[in-house]
């Protein structure tokens, strides 16, 4: 349930970078939004592309975009010179129906749900150590480059409010949508410039969530199911997510419709952000699993209490959207009773289960970290061909041991040297590399070097090796080619057709791109 939810928060996320971008599009170059809205499309390997330049070249784009932004609602807000105490007495919170709905879409743009998981698996992407000193180092950058992010966002925010009240509500103008913005802005301020930088600050705005969408994509999947799906295809069902409903919405009810839906996909961000933290507190404050890095009591009270008041403001708004619904459903109204009372029913009864349920099993166990690899074993002996170095690419299932039992046989018979391949391709091993230095990464290497020692105890020489990249196949290769192997020994899943497109397909390309002979082992088919 909690991973559903989260892909409805990367959904609804994705959802406004392509109305963002789509709007940019249209108002720097005329395109038609439903055009802007498929042209969006084109960006779904664009991290992906990116990721091939290393984690510093994505770092960099992605605070060029936010400087870009910034500076261009900057500029616009220093055009509009606002009152410095106007601003400071709006610093205090009036909440009714309609602010209330713009103060919750906002804290949804702000602290996006699925950006919880990211951070949290991104502190874990640095080889700082495993002392209790380097374990804080790494943190402490992390806190840093989460408040810098945060920050930067609640800024941009404050500039585009100032910017609107500065502008339209003092003039008494009332925007409807984002274009009237953009074209009211440059008679206003007296610039014709102030239209573009508008503009410009949109499009920047939807691509630099375009590369933290994907990434937290990745991390949400893995993380929830431990299950790997190719990044591009990953990239590819979630921008459809976004694109199908955005391009209905515009084609059936116009262009206008685009700055309620905007709005609309931010609200079910903040909705989803209860069913986020709560997890977190439960457990950073865990002393168990955190250790002298679990929250101190200050914190826990402030956390539960930010917890609460998130809480409440959605509360109070689902309270009042339901109402009103209800209200304008006319010969509807069961129909729209028998979907929203439920559902929300529903959520509520799981987000108090999320609450109170880790406080009733506090006493239990838990698992380092959410992943399972299995027991190495022993070889069997085999009646194998001559061969003086073999490679053995391992992919952390069970295949492996059936793999692992063929080289040893054949290398305690004719004393080969083993070379153990392992190709790490999560999220965080793709983008930071050998630095990366996540409960993943940390268990494949105890794990292989399990499988080496299994093979030392008898009496075979072992190499080991532990590759990062987005494609296992192009590793394998390259590896293969550096330590000339006579054979290599690879474990088939079986799968075909649909399997292939979602999980890759390594055996074929392997296969094709080297001269070697090699030993494909399936299970009760070797």
Known sequence: MLWGLCEIAIAACDLAEVLGAAIGLNLLFHIPLLFGVLITAADTLLLLWFQRFGIRTIEAVILA???VMAGCFGIEVLWAKPSAGEMFTGLLPTLNRD???????????????????????????????????????????NFIDSAVALNAAMF?????LVLAAAVFFKRGIIVTE???????????????FAGVLFAVALLCSGQSSTLTGTMAGQVVMEGFL????????????????????????????????????????QA?????????????????????????????????????????????????????????????????????????VPTGVGLLLLLLWITLEPLARHSHGFSRAPLTLPETAGAEAAAPPIYRRILVPLDHTDLDRL?????????????????????????????????????????????????????????????????????????????????????????????????????GNTINPVRHDLDVPMLIVRPGKT
């Not at 941009?156 to 585009?160: D, E, F, K, T």
């Not at 515009?250 to 996909?265: H, N």
């Not at 959605?314 to 339901?322: D, P």
């Not at 091993?429 to 030392?456: H, M």
């Open 178 to 192: 984002i274009q009237q913005a953009h074209v009211l802005l440059a008679p206003l301020l007296g610039t014709s």
């Open 268 to 340: 079910v961000l903040s909705m989803q952000l209860p069913f986020a933290i709560i997890p977190l507190v439960h457990f950073t404050s865990d002393r168990a699993r955190m250790g002298s890095f679990a929250n101190a009591v200050w914190v826990r009270i402030l956390a539960w209490a930010t917890a609460a008041i998130v809480i409440g403001l959605n509360f109070r708004l689902a309270v009042l959207a339901i109402n009103e619904w209800l209200a304008a459903a006319g010969p509807w109204r069961t129909l729209v009773w028998l979907v929203t």
């Open 65 to 67: 975009l936010i400087a």
């Open 403 to 503: 793999a692992v039992s063929h080289v040893a046989a054949m290398a305690r018979l004719y004393g080969a040297k083993v070379n153990l391949l392992h190709v790490e391709e999560g999220v965080t091993s793709q983008v930071y590399g050998p630095a990366a230095s996540d409960a993943e990464v940390e268990l494949g290497e105890q794990y292989l070097e399990r499988i080496a020692q299994s093979l030392r105890d008898q009496g075979v020489t072992v190499e080991t090796a532990i590759r990062y990249s987005l494609s296992p196949k192009r590793e394998i290769v390259r590896y293969a080619r550096e330590v000339r192997p006579d054979l290599v020994i690879m474990g088939a899943h079986g799968h075909g057709g649909l399997k292939d497109l979602i999980f």
């Open 99 to 141: 602010s209330l709905y713009v103060a919750i879409t906002m804290l949804g743009a702000t602290v996006m749900p699925h950006n919880m998981y990211l951070h949290s698996a991104l502190v874990q992407t640095r080889s700082f150590g495993t002392s209790e000193r380097a374990k804080r180092t790494a943190c402490r950058y």
């Open 156 to 160: 941009v925010n404050i500039a585009i």
């Open 226 to 265: 431990n299950f790997r799906m190719r990044p591009w295809l990953r990239r590819l069902i979630t921008r459809s997510l976004a694109i199908i409903p955005a391009a209905l919405t515009i084609y059936i009810a116009g262009e206008k419709s685009t700055l309620s839906l905007l709005l609309l996909s």
